[in-house]
């Protein structure tokens, strides 16, 4: 580990006298028009269309017939106010925008109380000698733009071949700053994705000097656990010209084990250099996110004044209109009664599900929204905050950027989304990620405030009967194998950990592997001709279904929705029903212990979770692993060019 620390220390040096501070009184765009959109589909949610409206995506200029449109109060091109507002010193913003020709630009505030105002009409004359013309207009905050809006704007050629060259808007800012930020990446098997995204960043930085300028202040690390990695693998990171990266390679340790082995090495690295890091943005390796989002929340850290956690808006690649969540809270508000207290081994998603079209729901977005946790999708924190947090869990999958939000709430710290980001993300589900996802749910909520078994034990009972009514010896089996680790006191949480969930996880594939992929045809023909035997089929998801209506069954089909699988069983064959009888007596066995020794297996967690998250932790675990690291790309080009 020693090695790749000075290595990554030795880059930092390099790269931090490439970095360009922020001057004090200096204009900076906080947001600028996301152009990056490509799919033609979706393209009302970066800008507005209709009759006499057009769009800057795929643009660095747009040329404009007369009395053509350019309208911004998108998903993707409003401007949000509150972040700035409650969270940072910008008091007041401006509005910039170069063109060639005559305009009428005008711009406009919304809220959920107050509805669309005009603040502002600018008329635009073009220049005698046809060079192009800068127009500014100041608005303040909570004054003009009045508390918790949603800013845009529209501009209206007067004549054909009108030309909008640049615009943004921008923060005077309040005193100098230096702007380090840190992007930390960490991936098993998606070496092309993480490859693919700052790839995006680099083409899309081509011509725009502000992004250029950001990424000057920006280094990607990347801990790449994949087999096979060669240093050939990283080798496109040395044709960039703007993208500053430091890519190594080490052990799989899960999720969470990956980004505190990454944290680690980070942590002695920057120690080592004696360079001073602002802030820290940990990302998934499978998101899409523009380079005008990175760059948005770059600009909105510049000027933070405390240690919120931010986070951004998720939506669905699959349903790139479908927000999955906004944040969430975890365990809270989900019982019949929607009350805050932490019975449930779930999350409640925020805004799950909301369908974004045309104007819809984006007042919303401008209320402040403070979920209790995010996830590593995308969470930027203070270096600073880091040290004084630690390290996530050692859990392999699922629930260590939960703990990791909730350890930040229960220091004192808030989590907020900011609504002028988007990123796009798939989720999953699967045997082994229930497994890890209730086993580390129930240890989390014995660590932060559940104090009784009783629901607990409620929701395997629930779980246990639906299973049950459809015959689903499978579902039996995975709510036994979480309650038995549990139960063991010798898994969750010790040196080691990843070996164990290597093995659960290769048992559960078994289970996937009876799902197969059937054509809708002929999954509708099993059904029909079911239906006129008079035996109509049960179809459920192969999780969270509820308990079947019919008393006799004779025939199951469970879904997998994320992997658009199906199983079909006969649940009174006798096989499956002795199968079934033994899972139920292993459950049961397994319930009944948990139950009994609640006290003894809560308060050995709770020593467990606050044990994993320090540095002495994943020190010894590094050693243990014995993963050797080894270096995959350098790249400081901006420092070099100087």
């Not at 808006?313 to 805050?340: H, I, N, Y």
Request: proline share 3%; with cysteine.
């Amino acid at each position: 580990m020693q090695m790749i620390v000075e290595e990554l220390a030795t880059s930092l040096k390099v790269w931090a006298e490439g970095c360009q501070a922020i001057q004090a009184r200096e204009a900076i765009p906080i947001s600028m028009p996301d152009r990056s959109n490509s799919n033609e589909q979706i393209d009302d949610i970066f800008f507005a269309r209709g009759l006499d409206l057009t769009s800057l995506s795929g643009k660095d200029t747009l040329t404009m017939a007369g009395y053509q449109e350019l309208q911004t109060g998108t998903l993707r091109n409003s401007f949000y106010t509150s972040i700035f507002a409650r969270h940072t010193d910008v008091r007041d913003v401006q509005f910039r925008i170069v063109t060639r020709g005559d305009f009428e630009v005008t711009l406009f505030s919304s809220a959920t109380n107050s509805g669309v105002k005009n603040l502002k009409k600018l008329t635009i004359k073009s220049s005698e000698d046809g060079e192009p013309v800068t127009t500014t207009a100041r608005v303040r905050l909570e004054g003009e733009a009045g508390k918790n809006a949603r800013l845009f704007w529209s501009g209206v050629a007067l004549h054909d071949n009108a030309q909008i060259l640049d615009t943004s808007w921008d923060a005077i800012a309040p005193s100098t700053v230096d702007g380090k930020m840190l992007v930390v990446l960490r991936t098993f098997g998606r070496t092309l994705d993480i490859l693919d995204l700052l790839t995006s960043f680099e083409e899309q930085s081509q011509g725009n000097p502000a992004y250029q300028r950001a990424l000057r202040n920006i280094k990607f690390v990347v801990l790449d656990t994949s087999a096979g990695l060669t240093p050939e693998s990283y080798s496109l990171c040395s044709s960039f010209e703007h993208v500053d990266s430091f890519a190594f390679e080490g052990p799989n340790m899960g999720g969470g084990g990956n980004m505190s082995q990454i944290l680690l090495v980070i942590e002695d690295a920057v120690e080592r250099s004696g360079v001073s890091i602002d802030e820290m943005l940990l990302l998934d390796d499978d998101l899409s996110i523009s380079m005008e989002t990175l760059y948005r929340h770059w600009a909105s850290v510049l000027f933070r004044t405390d240690n919120t956690l931010f986070t951004l808006p998720v939506f669905t690649k699959s349903e790139p209109r479908r927000m999955w969540e906004d944040g969430a809270f975890w365990g809270r508000f989900l019982d019949a009664d929607c009350q805050p207290d932490r019975k449930s081994i779930a999350p409640r998603l925020i805004r799950h599900n909301y369908q974004f079209e045309g104007y819809k729901h984006l007042d919303e977005l401008a209320v402040p929204n403070y979920p209790e946790y995010c996830t590593f999708i995308f969470l930027s924190l203070p270096y600073t905050q880091f040290k004084k947090l630690g390290f996530p869990l050692a859990f392999f999958l699922r629930g260590d950027d939960i703990e990791y939000s909730l350890r930040h709430n229960r220091s004192g710290g808030k989590i907020m989304s900011n609504p002028n980001l988007t990123a796009w993300h798939e989720p999953a589900h699967s045997y082994g990620q229930e497994y890890m996802s209730i086993s580390h749910g129930i240890i989390i909520n014995m660590a932060y405030g559940q104090d009784m078994a009783d629901d607990f034990v409620s929701f395997f009972q629930k779980r246990a009967l639906a299973h049950t009514s459809v015959s689903d010896v499978r579902g039996i089996e995975l709510y036994t194998e979480v309650l038995r680790d549990l139960n063991s006191r010798d898994v969750f949480l010790e040196h080691n950990f990843k070996d164990h969930y290597v093995q659960k996880l290769g048992f559960f594939k078994k289970f996937d592997a009876e799902y197969e992929h059937l054509p809708a045809e002929v999954q509708r023909d099993v059904i029909t001709k079911a239906e006129k035997r008079g035996q109509p089929i049960v179809r459920s998801g192969f999780l969270y279904m509820p308990v079947a209506a019919q008393s006799e069954i004779a025939q199951v089909m469970l879904e997998n929705p994320h992997t658009e699988t199906v199983r079909l069983y006969r649940s009174k064959d006798k096989e499956n029903l002795t199968a079934l009888t033994k899972a139920l007596s292993a459950f049961y066995a397994a319930l009944a212990q948990f139950d009994a020794e609640y006290d003894a297996i809560k308060a050995h967690y709770g020593e467990r979770v606050e044990r994993s998250t320090g540095r002495t932790f994943w020190l010894d675990e590094m050693e243990v692993s014995k993963g050797d690291l080894r270096i995959l790309t350098r790249s400081e080009f901006l420092a070099a060019a100087e």
